[in-house]
């Protein structure tokens, strides 16, 4: 218990509060969470989106904060190796199954199956790599499906109940937000994104298992040419081991 307790310092705690965001998004979309935006006095509505919308982001912001404090405070461990995927994956499945349910128009069934079945296939190569020996980075691409699938998130949260947001209407037309436009265009272009990075992670992976396979047989070979040289040397000098 004790060692338990000491490994969790302060990065992997973070972590941990961004699994603990999972059941609660679940919660705040569920029809069951008490503030729907239906009769509530001094507002407008949406405040189960905008709740939603604010768990989200704050989840996503610990996503590259606990890795940046454990770097700094030179506290890696392997419970926060295990934990920070964990927390990812869980974090995203969670979001586009529920949005599949919660804004259909905007999540059709298809995207979220494409989008977990990449997370699922980048968890496998990088597990098959570490059994190997080395490491996939996460490449530029990865960086920005990650960007991507954020606001992709919030947008598809957020149009549940706006089409467009009209920001100082005083000032004449005001500003206008095209919040379902940029759910909708953020969605597919997230999906797009994902399945190039998928591509991208495949096919460094294939180069990094060829490379170590190579090395892995010329060592073999190198041994094995040695054993003969042994064998040889043993065969035309039987004298020498006697």
């Known amino acids: 218990m004790c060692r338990v307790l000491s490994r969790m310092n302060l990065p992997n705690s973070i972590t941990m509060s961004r699994i603990a965001s999972v059941p609660l998004l679940i919660w705040i979309l569920s029809p069951g969470f008490p503030w729907t935006g239906h009769g509530m006095h001094g507002l407008r509505g949406g405040e189960q989106e905008i709740i939603a919308s ?3 982001i704050a989840a996503s912001i610990t996503d590259g904060l606990d890795g940046y404090l454990a770097r700094k405070r030179k506290q890696i461990t392997t419970m926060g190796m295990l934990l920070d995927p964990l927390a990812d994956k869980l974090m995203v499945t969670t979001a586009y199954i529920l949005l599949v349910a919660y804004n259909p128009r905007v999540v059709p069934p298809w995207i979220a199956v494409v989008v977990i079945g990449r997370e699922f296939l980048v968890s496998g190569l990088r597990s098959i790599a570490s059994s190997e020996g080395f490491t996939i980075e996460a490449s530029e691409i990865g960086k920005l499906k990650t ?3 954020i606001v992709s998130v919030v947008a598809a949260i957020l149009a549940h109940r706006w089409d467009y ?3 100082f209407p005083q000032w004449g037309n005001g500003f206008i937000i095209a919040v379902h436009f940029i759910a909708m265009t953020s969605i597919y272009w ?5 399945i190039i990075s998928a591509v991208d992670y495949f096919v460094g992976f294939w180069k990094k298992i060829d490379h ?3 090395k892995r ?7 094995l040419s040695r054993k003969e040289k042994a064998a040889q040397a043993a065969a035309e000098h039987p004298s020498r081991i006697s």
């Open 54 to 56: 604010l768990v989200f």
């Open 212 to 214: 170590a396979s190579d």
């Open 147 to 149: 960007v991507i699938q």
């Open 165 to 167: 947001w009209i920001w």
């Open 190 to 194: 997230m999906t797009i994104v994902s």
């Open 217 to 223: 047989r010329k060592r073999r070979s190198f041994v």
